[in-house]
């Protein structure tokens, strides 16, 4: 009886880890001034990740969805359209909660990522796993801290421009109301 309870417990053991997935991430950047990121995973094809740039010197953060296929995921090319000013960078894979994961993905990582392992894996608020990575990367040139603070206003600018045009927009759809009127409230600093 008891080597019979030892012999149970083994298998249960190793049926259990044996289907346990230990997490693999690498990524980078290609060099460009608006870098594509690439990487590769171990992650099941299908897997949705998100991908996060951010450098808090010019104010910047950008995201990009992509997938896991064959073991290789690509996003991008982020930045601004006049591109990164040169310095490090933030980089941020992420692999969300599976409930937001196909059934397939699901059936590789566990309802509630109970299969996923290694030192990637977090626990989330909702007591789901889920994956995070993060590295860095450079883009070539001389930092510039006065090129960054005017890069960074100057997105902040177009931001504000974009947002007054579009709210401006609706306020005057169709009526008199004066939309060069709106803009010049809104656009005051």
Known sequence: MYRYAIATFIGTFFSLTSHALQVTIAAQADSSINPTISGTSNLPDGTALMITVTRSQIGFEG?????????????????PTTGFTPGLYKLEVMMPIPSVQSNNVRDVIGQKG???????????????????YTTSFKIAGQVDAKRDVAKR???EDNRRFAFCTDGCRIQAGGTSYSFQACMNACMKP
């Open 63 to 79: 995201s990009g969805k992509t997938q896991v296929y064959g073991g290789k995921f690509q996003a991008g090319p982020f930045g």
């Open 114 to 132: 109970e299969k996923l392992t290694g030192a990637l894996v977090k626990q989330s608020e909702f007591r789901e796993k889920y994956v995070a």
């Open 153 to 155: 206003r100057f997105d």
